[in-house]
């Protein structure tokens, strides 16, 4: 086997990444200890990279980056990428999310209204937001939800867009644990269906894996929009459910069963 070698910044990137996160310490008024224990990594080794004794890890700037949740590496319009390698031309995503340009995918930033089956009541139908915008520091698409009544479980990550099949994949990945919704092509009204993967907390630390339709609507000027949990005895309740059964019924996503 060879030998495992670790990524790590070069002298610049390094310097930068450094530099952001001691502005985040002060402007947050954490201490680094908080900060190492929020990331999940020793605080000698944090003390070391802001030192400039010892460069970042890939590892270290990840954990860092969604301690934070701001982005530490090197952006698109550097001449080198931080790890030796090319850089990614302003505006283009990395070939990890698909290799799409801005230009190509601006149909799909803005505002959307988001329905699926709710986890906590048999029968209702589950309302929030998600945003979804190009992040210039990282090169991509980003999604974030919001309005969410369960705000502890709120979520945010990448987008990922595919040339070859067309689909659109929002990706969350939280110390290797992921969550990933696929969705289908937009109709003429902007609709997009597809699947939802993640898992439900239960009863104690329980978690389940579960699979469940979900739509995301374009978000209109002055739409008045009702979030949380929607119950058979809602006035809004038909509309979002016939919405949600479209999913299925129309093929847009298929459950499979042996």
Not at 71 to 80: H, K
Not at 108 to 116: A, Q
Not at 165 to 185: A, E, F, W
Request: hydrophobic share 35%.
């Amino acid at each position: 086997m060879g030998e495992h070698h670790e990524q790590h910044l070069n002298c610049d990137a390094n310097q930068r990444a450094a530099l952001r996160v001691r502005e985040e310490l002060a402007r947050r008024r954490i201490t680094r200890q908080q900060l190492a224990a929020d990331a999940k990594i020793s605080l000698s080794t944090l003390e070391k990279a802001l030192s400039g004794k010892r460069p970042f890890t890939m590892a270290t700037l990840v954990r860092l980056e969604e301690a934070l949740t701001v982005s530490l590496r090197p952006t698109a319009t550097t001449i080198e990428n931080g790890y030796g390698g090319p850089a990614i031309p302003l505006g283009l995503a990395p070939e990890s999310m698909g290799s799409y340009a801005r230009p190509a995918v601006s149909w799909i930033e803005g505002s959307y209204l988001t329905l699926r089956p709710s986890f906590g009541e048999t029968g209702a139908v589950y309302a929030y937001s998600t945003t979804i915008d190009w992040d210039d520091e990282t090169s991509q698409l980003m999604f974030r939800e919001a309005d969410r009544i369960d705000s502890a479980f709120t979520q945010w990550g990448h987008v990922s867009i595919p040339h070859q099949s067309g689909h659109t994949y929002l990706i969350t990945n939280r110390h290797g644990q992921y969550r990933m919704v696929v969705l289908s092509r937009p109709t003429i009204n902007g609709e997009m269906h597809g699947i939802l993967t993640t898992l439900q907390a239960g009863p104690g630390s329980n978690l389940t894996p579960v699979a469940t339709p979900i739509v995301y609507l374009p978000l209109q000027k002055d739409e008045e929009i009702v979030y949380g949990r929607i119950e058979p005895t809602h006035d809004r309740f038909e509309t979002y459910a016939s919405i949600l059964k479209q999913t299925v019924s129309d093929r847009y996503a298929r459950f499979l069963c042996a």
